[in-house]
């Protein structure tokens, strides 16, 4: 279980966008192993489902980017999907991992003490993608442990009316008319917006009605070429923490967003 409104007692929530990436491959075990290393409340996980239906851990719909493998997930049986191995798309040479069942990372994250961010990457008809979502997040007992999340606010809406203990949370990289409308919509309790949309009235607006906010952010390279430049959105950064406009920071970068939130005064939220 975790509060995802910390932000009340000057605490927040880290989490790793796809694990600890920077220097692993992104939704991979050791990505998320070294994630709870250096500290995350939790990480973010994408899924797919391929053509036999089973709920695989990877970001795109095609393997060509970041495996070894060919295709269309979904056109694909699991059986054929499990020969490759992940690949960095930065090509850096690290070993491959193999590309999991989403109930097999459950389980691997619930033992590693993390909680769980997890994105529905494909669209499909009906309610039965979202039932299989909602029994293997109770079969792995992390139903209390993750939020769910999309781009598509219909999702958010539906899981919850199937599941109305789930916790959700909205993603958007636009600035919103009236983000809490937006929020209240889907019933969502989180709502992220990624750099660089995030303003504090966005923020001040979704606390008021009772929503949290999370905010991700590019690795802190992105940020230090800018500075060079004269552009320093870390100081502003900074500012919103310390204001407690934030209850969770996403980033790439584990070890990077932990020692910033210290540097902030704050502390970060462990799950119970």
Same mark, same amino acid.
């Given at each position: 279980?975790?509060d995802p409104?910390?932000?009340?007692?000057?605490h927040?929530?880290?989490?790793?966008?796809?694990g600890?990436?920077v220097d692993?491959?992104?939704?991979?075990?050791?990505?998320?192993?070294?994630?709870a290393?250096l500290?995350a409340s939790?990480?973010?996980?994408?899924?797919?489902?391929?053509?036999?239906?089973?709920?695989?851990v990877?970001?795109?719909?095609?393997l060509?980017?970041?495996?070894?493998?060919?295709?269309?997930?979904?056109?694909l049986?699991?059986?054929q999907?499990?020969?490759f191995?992940t690949?960095?798309?930065?090509?850096?040479?690290?070993?491959?991992?193999?590309?999991e069942?989403?109930?097999?990372?459950l389980?691997?994250?619930?033992?590693?003490g993390?909680?769980?961010?997890v994105?529905?990457?494909?669209k499909?008809?009906?309610?039965?993608?979202?039932?299989?979502?909602?029994?293997?997040?109770?079969?792995?007992?992390m #139903?209390?442990?993750?939020l769910?999340?999309?781009? %598509? $606010?219909?999702?958010?809406? &539906?899981?919850?009316?199937? !599941?109305?203990? =789930?916790?959700?949370?909205?993603i958007?990289?636009?600035?919103?008319?009236?983000?809490?409308a937006?929020?209240?919509?889907?019933?969502?309790?989180?709502?992220n917006?990624?750099y660089?949309?995030?303003?504090?009235?966005?923020?001040?607006?979704?606390?008021?009605a009772?929503?949290?906010?999370?905010?991700?952010?590019?690795?802190?390279?992105? #940020?230090?070429?800018?500075?060079?430049?004269?552009? %320093? $959105?870390?100081?502003?950064l &900074?500012?919103?923490?310390? !204001?407690?406009? =934030?209850?969770?920071?996403v980033?790439d970068?584990?070890?990077?967003?932990v020692?910033?939130?210290?540097?902030?005064?704050?502390?970060?939220?462990?799950?119970s």
């Amino acid at each position: 279980m975790f509060d995802p409104l910390p932000s009340r007692s000057g605490h927040i929530l880290v989490c790793g966008h796809r694990g600890h990436v920077v220097d692993g491959h992104e939704n991979s075990r050791p990505a998320f192993r070294r994630a709870a290393e250096l500290g995350a409340s939790l990480c973010e996980i994408d899924l797919r489902m391929t053509r036999d239906g089973r709920l695989v851990v990877f970001h795109d719909d095609i393997l060509d980017n970041a495996s070894t493998g060919k295709g269309i997930i979904s056109q694909l049986d699991y059986a054929q999907i499990a020969q490759f191995r992940t690949k960095a798309r930065n090509g850096m040479p690290i070993d491959g991992q193999p590309l999991e069942l989403f109930e097999d990372i459950l389980a691997y994250c619930r033992d590693l003490g993390l909680g769980l961010i997890v994105e529905i990457k494909d669209k499909f008809e009906g309610t039965a993608y979202l039932e299989q979502v909602i029994g293997l997040l109770k079969e792995a007992r992390m #139903f209390e442990r993750v939020l769910i999340s999309s781009f %598509d $606010y219909v999702v958010l809406r &539906d899981i919850k009316r199937i !599941a109305p203990g =789930i916790r959700t949370m909205g993603i958007n990289y636009h600035r919103l008319v009236d983000p809490a409308a937006a929020a209240h919509s889907a019933s969502m309790d989180v709502m992220n917006t990624d750099y660089p949309q995030f303003a504090a009235d966005i923020a001040e607006g979704l606390h008021a009605a009772g929503v949290a906010v999370s905010h991700y952010v590019p690795p802190p390279e992105f #940020f230090a070429i800018r500075r060079g430049y004269g552009v %320093d $959105y870390l100081g502003k950064l &900074d500012a919103y923490l310390r !204001a407690g406009l =934030i209850d969770m920071l996403v980033c790439d970068d584990v070890g990077w967003s932990v020692d910033f939130v210290a540097r902030c005064g704050l502390s970060v939220s462990r799950l119970s």
